[in-house]
Structures are given as C-alpha cells and as structure tokens.
C-alpha cells in the first residue's frame, strides 16, 4: 500500500516544487515505529483473560505484521518450517475423534475473549470463515469452502496426518494465514481437532454427505 | 430500543421462509437493512445530545457549547467529518470522543477519570459502569452527544486534515497498528478487512485499504446497532472490533484508538458522510 501510494505523493510534490530537501515532514520508519510501540503501552489494559501480554508478538507475528502487504518467498519458506516443528500429535495416534462433536465445535466461536469465562472450552469458529455443511447457511467466506472436503480426498491416513496439522498450526503449511494456530496457541485441544478431523475427514459427516 | 426488539423478532420470523440458495440469503439481508432504514431510532440520541451540548454541568456548572471541536469554539457544524485533526491546547491528535472528553474537563471540570467514565444516565444519577458504552437501556452522555455531532455533518465529504506533522504520524502509527497481529488467534484488523467480497457468517466486511469500503464504512458509524438495541459511536467499534480479535481491553479514547480512527478516516477522505445509520 504505502509503496504504491509514496512514491506517486513524492513525484506529485517534487514537479509541484513543493518538496525540499526530500520531503523531510514525513514521518520516518523509525518514527513510526516508536510512535506505535508508544501507543501499544499505553492503550491496552488487562480484562479477564484477555492479559495485556498477549500484545507481545512471537516471530511469526512479528514477520506477518512487518511484510503484511507482500511477503518475501524466503521469510515465508522458513516461517513454514518453524511452524512445522511445533505440530504435536496426539499421544494415542489417533486422529479421527467424533464428526458429531467437531459440528458442535465448528459451530462456536466463543473462546478467549475478555468476556468469555475462561473456564467454558473455546469454540473453533470454523463458521465463522468457511462453509461446511451443507445445511449451515450462516458461514464466511474469508477462508476456502470446506464442503465436501473429505469425499474429495478420502480419509486416509496422509490426509488425517495433514488436517490434523493444518488445524493444529495453519501457518505450518501456509505462513502469514489468516487462519489462527488453533493447537500451537493452545486455543484448542488436541482431543477437539481429532473431532474437527473427523468432521472434515468422516463419510458420514455432515461435510460429507 | 422497543423498535429494535421488534425488528429481531421480525427477522427470526422471516429465517425459516429463506430458500437454501446463498444468493436468497443475500437478498433476504439487503431486504432486512432496507427495512430498517425507514425508522431509525438514532434520532432520540440526537434530539438527547443537543440538550447536553447547551446543558450547564460539572463542578464548574457550565456547558459545553464553547468546546472547541477543530472550526474554533462552538462550531459543530462540520467538525465530525475533519476529525480526528491535531490539536495545540493538548498537543495531540484527537478524534471526536477524546476531544468531547477534554472539553468536559477543561469547561465542565470534570476530572479525566469522570469524563472518561461517562458516568451520569440521563437522569442525571451517577452510573458507573466498567465499559466506557452504555449497556442497554442505559443512558450515556458521551453517546448522545457523539450521535448529535455526527448528525451535524451528514451529508458532508469526509476530510480529515493532514497538514501537521503529528496528523500524519498518528495516521502512520495507525496503519502499522491495522496490520499489528498478536494474540491467542493471530488476529490484526487486516485479517478481517484485507480483502474484497468476505463475511463473517453472513457479516459483510469491508476491506479497509478499499477507499470505497472505507468510505461506506467511515460514513455509517455511529449506528444505532439494532441486535444490540443500542447506538455505538466509532470508537465503541473499535474497542468490539478489539475485543473480538482476542486482545486486552482497547482504552476510551486512548492514543491507539485515535490513531486506527485516524487511519480509517483517511482512507474514507471523499466519501459522504452519512450517520448515524442504522445497522443490522
């Protein structure tokens, strides 16, 4: 965005006459920088859950922000492999829980907001983003359809491997996703994305059938 | 608020009659905000908010009709769509909300805590409540007000002033804090709005970097939220917005509220101002 827009601003200015000595009355990098770090102490304050803390980003956050409008193959290629290597599998090997229980979680988008009980077990908001059954007609579309998503791939065990995975840290597969890292930040259990899994993955499930 | 209620109830009758087909449903959304366009009922925190702009309050029993909101004390026509704008009696950059907030310290006395609390319904009894927006069925000054200053500019172009340099810095502040992700779900305001055409379940969003989005969306807040039986100024939509993507609690009128406000209101600048609206 600023890229675009800066260097047009600059041209506009210098045929105008107006730029000297290279436009100095614009805010540097630098600058900007402090500005919003002084800005992220003072604004925020700790409600419930929701602990001031949680305004510290971890590298990946850190490198999404910083390359938000375009992000160089290289950052991206080692964030996804960073990311791999937090993916933790459940203990019991299995990863197909129970497709009905996974509908339920796809359908709740509470979890870790301030007004949340931090008791009550967080939802996955799949809905929120994606259309999954067929009979859901309240879904978004800020990510992909998951229609069908199993009858188009079959349920084996690569595929089980993946899905499990891609719930569990999205950003394993594709840095900078919009997707939250639903294992990897602890929002989720591992036992709720075998439910998701099999939601996803199950014949009989109401993605699938 | 009775209004509102009704419409709800309204719409629940209409969801079992929708065709299954996406398209239907769409329809069906635009039908409702259609609907609720004929009466809105913003105009009772209008109508509230011109009565406190002239009502004399505060330890210094005085009112707020010499508050100076960016045109020079007392001018309130217009002042919304040229805010937020630097401002040299409190050397920072102010929208609408903070800059209520220092008047009714500077000319009503109230302390910063107080004015920042809004802290009196409308009947005059101190209302303290841990959320700077009033709950239903409760009165806010602040959000009177809010609703009478905007409806002094509708049908303006949205300008938000650019010349001083901590204009432009809190607009570049605010746009790396649009891009800014943190917390448990990665979330910044650029997963929401970065892209033309999504939804939340059947929310549109609109895609902020879009000056036509920015400019649709700028122009209609404050809202009266009729899911909420409430009206919401921006920077309640901010601090929901915040909230929802899992962060702590975004402060009224704090310098990171301002800031986004900024950012939001620079990309909406040409557009026509056109609240309060009302809103699903």
Known sequence: MKAETQPKLILALALSGVCVAGCASQPSDSETERALAGMIKTSFRTRGQATIDRLSQDDAQALCSKHAGELPKGVGDAIEKVQQATIRYPSSGKLMGDWREG???????????????????????????????KQELSFGTIGPSLYQFGKQRGAGEAIQKYTYGKIYNAEAFSACSNMPRFGHNGVLTEEQITHLVALLLDADSSVNR | MRIGRVLVGVLAAMLPCLSPAQQETQKEIERYRQMLQE?????????????????????????????????????????????????????????????????????????????????????????????????????????????????????????PPMSHPKERLVYQAGEKLFYYRAGPYDFGCITCHGEEGKRIRLQNLPKMTNSKDAQRAFGTWPAYRVSEGELRSMQWRMWECVRQMRFPELEFASDASIALITYLAKKAEGGTFDAPAIKR
């Open chain 2, 39 to 159: 009466s809105n009922p913003a105009e009772l925190y209008e109508a509230r908010g011109a009565e406190h702009w002239t009502r004399k309050r505060g330890p210094k029993n005085s009112s707020l009709e010499r508050c100076d909101l960016g045109l020079g004390p007392g001018v309130v026509k217009g002042a919304y769509v040229r805010l937020p704008r630097y401002f040299a009696d409190t050397d920072r950059v102010q929208d609408l909300e903070s800059r209520l907030v220092t008047c009714m310290v500077t000319l009503q006395g109230f302390t910063p805590e107080e004015a920042r609390r809004n802290p009196f319904s409308g009947t005059g009894t101190p209302m303290i409540t841990t959320d700077p927006f009033p709950g239903v069925g409760q009165r806010s000054v602040m959000t009177d007000l809010v609703a009478w200053l905007a409806s002094e500019s509708r049908g303006m172009t949205i300008a």
């Open chain 1, 103 to 133: 509908e339920r979680i796809a359908q709740s988008g509470v979890g870790k907001q301030f007004t949340d009980a931090p008791t009550r077990p967080a939802g996955g908001s799949c809905y929120n983003c994606h259309q999954l059954s």
